[in-house]
């Protein structure tokens, strides 16, 4: 587990709000199995965060799998995620990529909003907040290296119909400089941390921005992102000096 203490600016004075982030699953044994997915949970679950996200790439898209995973179990495990607030997800790159559709109807008959390019409020009175969730900035491949995104941030926060703060859930960092500070928090996975780190230094990252959004928590004119390094492993099963993570922010 990796804590993160983030307090933007104009958060409510003396709002405390937990979020357990999970990303980039990438299911299939033999490393991410079922099991491994439920332990997953658990350790969220042990957090008592008031709101848990999953922030996308469930396909494995590596040639190692050796017994798949289905979209149902685990959207099946996901649904376990305990938090008063509710538990979301986002899909990611190799989402769309690699057969969108079982996953969209998994995470609908597990209960777990699914939101592409959607802003959903959740809690009352004070407790009261948005989930935003975009679409992925790489969803459609045109050829080798080249990509359109489905994403619409202007689309998502018009949604967005009073002052309550905004968290929003993007697969990319990538997103970020267009990011307006009217979202109090942006959370995002996709890089793995670049998979490979070497003294605070990732030396391939899946980003137009190198390391400057690689991992961690990024500060950029009083926006705040946190980065997770996710859990699991995609193209190649290799991590080094990324360990898997369950990232906890506590906000304000
Ligand atoms: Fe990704």
Redo the contacts with the bound molecule.
Sequence with gaps: MVHRAVSPPGWPAGRKLRIAVLA?LHVGEPYMGLGRIGRIVDTANDLRPDLAVVL??YHASHRFVTREVTPDEAAGALARLRAPLGRFAIL???DYWDGVQPWRNAFRRAGIPLLENRAQRVGEGEEALWVAGLA?M?AIRIRRGEFRGLHNLAGTLRQVTDEAPVILLA??PDIFPTVPARVALTLC????GGQVRLAGYSPMV?SKFGNRYAYGHIVEDGRHLVVSAGLGV?LLPVRFGVPPEVVLVEVG
């Design positions: 980039d996308g790439d990611g790159n190799h992925s790489l697969h990319e996975g996709h890089t793995h899946p995609s």
